[in-house]
C-alpha cells in the first residue's frame, strides 16, 4: 500500500502525527537555543599629549560584561596627506586579555609625526568570531604647544586660562565638556594667541571632587572628529553662610552652597569649619554629636582643598536658663539622692559628654529621662555648695545654694512611751528627708521630716522591750542604686504594749455600736469577738468604735486586739449579746 492510499485511508492518525511531529521539533529547536551574549562596544576616546614623536590615546568598553569574550585589543592608525592620499590603514595590536574598561596608550610611530598631514586612529577588539572598530578620531601635529592637559581645582563661574600657541584656531574648534553630560562651551583667545579663557560652566551634576575634563575639538566635512584633552578640572565646592544664626543643642545645623557632594560619596577633602574643629562635609550635623566643640558661640567656615575661608557672622547654641534650676530640698545627707526642677535634661545635655558637681566636688547623674532630674552626691564634705551641670559648649550654675550635713543626732525626749505616744529625736535632721526607724529587717516604721534638727514619731509595737532600735534612710550610687544606711547608735527607747482599758455599753444586741478605750488601741492589728473578725472605726490612737455582728446564739462573750507584736490583749470582763 502506498504512503498515499495510507494517508487515504487512516486520515486522523496522519493528522496526529504530523502535529506531534511539530511540537517535538519546536522542543529541540527551543531546547537547543543558546544564550544570547551581548558583544563589545568599542569607543575612541580623545588624545592628549602630542608631539612629534609621541601621543596618547583614550578608549574605552561599552559593555563591561564582554571583557572575557576579548582575545586582542588596540589601535588602527592611518594618515592623509596634503594631496589627500590616505596611508595604509596600521593596526597596532595591545594586548590580548583586557582587565579594565578604561584604556590609556602612548602611541610612539616609527616615523615622526609631520605637520600637515592629518592622523586618524580607533579603537579595535576582537574576539573569536568578530573585529569591532570604534569610530575614527583625527588629530594633527600643530602650533598649540600643550602638551599633557593643564590640571586646575575651582568652582562653577570661575574662569580657567590655558597657556599655548592658539594662533592656528578657527572658528570651527570649539570646547566641550565631559563629565557625566557633554556641555559645548564657548572660550575666548587673547590678542596675542597666547591664551585661551573660558569658564567653568553650571552645571547640575557638578560635585566636590570630580573631574571635568575640557576637551578641544573639530568637525571634518568627511564626518571625523578631531578632539584633544586640553584640561582637567577638579571642582570645588562652595559652601554658603548659614541662614539660621541660633540654634539648640538637639538641632541639626544645615549647610547649602554649590558643587556640594552627597555625604555618602564625600572625599573628605571638603570639610567644614566649626569653632575650633574642621569635620568632613556633611549636608546636616547634629550639633549633639560635636563633642570637640568647645563654647557655645563660634564661626564656620570651610575648606575645599584650594581655598580656607571663614565667615564673619557669629553662631550660638543656646543652654539651659539658671534660673529655672530649683532643688526640692535645700539640705541633704552625704551619698543621697537630691531633685533638681528647672528643664529637661537631655533637652540641653549628653549624658555621657557632660559633668555635674557641687563646689567643685563631681557628682553622679542617676536619672534625667524626664524633668526633673536626680543626683547623687557621693561622699562629700559638709558645706553649702552651688550645683554646676557642663559640657564642652556651656555650663549652668544653680542660684540656690544645696547645703550638705553629715548624719548624727543627739538626744531623745522619752526613754519609754505607750504605743501611739509621740517620741522626739533631735540632731542633724532634714526637712521633707525621709527616715526609717528599723527593729527588724521586716519590722520599721518610716517617717518624713517635718522640722529641721528634729524627728517626731509614734511609738510602736515593735519597739517595746528585746528590740534594738537604730535609725537608717536610703544612700545612692551610680553603680549600686538605692541601699539602706544603718546609723551606728542605738536609740534608747522602749515602747509600752497596747491597754484594751474598757468597753462600753457592756451588752446589746446584734448592731450595737460598742466604744472601745485603751492607750494605742487604735493601732492594733486585729480586734475580734470571740472568735469572729471585727472591722472598727478608729476614732483616734486611744479609741475606736465596732459594731456587733449577728450571733446565732445570746450570752457572754470576749472581746480582744492583736498587737503587732502577735500579743492578744483582753480586758477584764465580757459582753453579753441579748
Known sequence: MTLSQLIARYPLIYKLMVILFLFTSCSKEKGETATPTTPPVAITGAFEAISKNSIIFNASLENQNSLDQITEYGFIVYAINAQQVKSAEQEIPIGQKL??????????????????????????????????????????????????????????????????????????????????????????????????????????????????????????????????????????????????????????????????????????????????????????????????????????????????????????????????LSFEVTAIHPNTLFIVNGFYFYTYFEPDKSSANLGGHPIDLISYDYNPMSFTTRNIPEGEYTLQIKNNLYQVDSKQKLVVKKFDWQSIDKKTAYVGEYVTLSGNFIKGFSYMIYATEYQYAEIICQEDGKLRFKAQSFMGEGSTLKIAYYVYSKDKGAELYFHNKEIPFKSNEITFDSFSPGSGAPGTVVQLKGRGIGLAVDYMIGNMRLYPQVKSDDEVTIIIPIFNAKGKVKLSIVSANNKIIQPEGYFEIL
Open 99 to 324: 582587565n579594565e574598561q578604561k584604556i590609556r596608550y602612548t602611541y610612539k610611530p616609527t616615523a615622526a609625526f609631520e605637520m600637515n598631514q592629518t592622523y586618524y586612529y580607533c579603537f579595535y577588539v576582537k574576539t573569536k568570531n568578530t573585529f569591532i572598530k570604534g569610530k575614527f578620531n583625527a588629530f594633527e601635529l600643530n602650533k598649540l604647544q600643550l602638551g599633557s592637559p593643564s590640571e586646575f581645582m575651582g568652582m562653577a563661574g570661575e574662569n580657567i586660562q590655558l597657556q599655548g600657541d592658539f594662533s592656528m584656531l578657527d572658528s570651527n574648534y570649539f570646547l566641550r565638556t565631559y563629565l557625566d553630560q557633554t556641555v559645548r562651551i564657548s572660550y575666548s583667545i587673547s590678542a596675542d594667541k597666547k591664551a585661551l579663557s573660558f569658564k567653568i560652566p553650571h552645571l547640575p551634576n557638578l560635585q566636590h571632587g570630580k573631574k571635568l575634563e575640557i576637551k578641544l575639538e573639530k568637525r571634518y566635512s568627511d564626518g571625523n572628529n578631531y578632539s584633544q584633552l586640553v584640561a582637567n578640572i577638579r571642582i570645588l565646592g562652595k559652601i554658603e553662610p548659614p541662614a539660621q544664626k541660633t540654634y539648640n543643642f538637639r538641632d541639626k545645623m544645615r549647610f547649602f552652597g554649590t558643587a556640594l557632594p552627597n555625604s555618602w560619596e564625600s572625599d573628605k577633602t571638603l570639610q567644614l569649619i566649626i569653632g575650633n574643629i574642621t569635620v568632613p562635609y556633611q549636608s546636616e550635623i547634629d550639633i549633639s554629636t560635636l563633642k570637640e566643640l568647645k563654647g557655645s558661640t563660634f564661626k564656620i567656615g570651610y575648606k575645599n582643598g584650594r581655598d580656607s575661608l571663614v565667615f564673619s557672622d557669629m553662631y550660638q547654641v543656646i543652654g539651659p536658663d539658671a534660673n529655672k
